[in-house]
């Protein structure tokens, strides 16, 4: 397994049906966690890269709802 991680910028606010579909979409094969941060209006994804691409993940999430845009640069970790 080879997991991946993206963010997204999402056009919000988002409502509560749209936050609970978010809450499904880590039911879905190789999408392992979604994280919003509504203070960025961004979405962070993890999935297994070995099941799905990237542009998979982006259609699933859309497809829950969540009007993704951008996607934005994730920071490298500090040591």
Known sequence: MTY???RYRYAGPL???QLARVGELAGHYGIL???L???ESTARILY???RLR???VVHWVRRAGIPL???VAVRPAVA
Do not use: F, I, N, Y
């Open 54 to 56: 990237e542009s998979e």
């Open 33 to 35: 966690r979604v994280h």
């Open 69 to 71: 845009t951008a996607k």
């Open 37 to 39: 941060d509504e203070a």
């Open 4 to 6: 991946l991680e993206v």
């Open 15 to 17: 409502t509560a049906a």
């Open 48 to 50: 297994d890269a070995s």
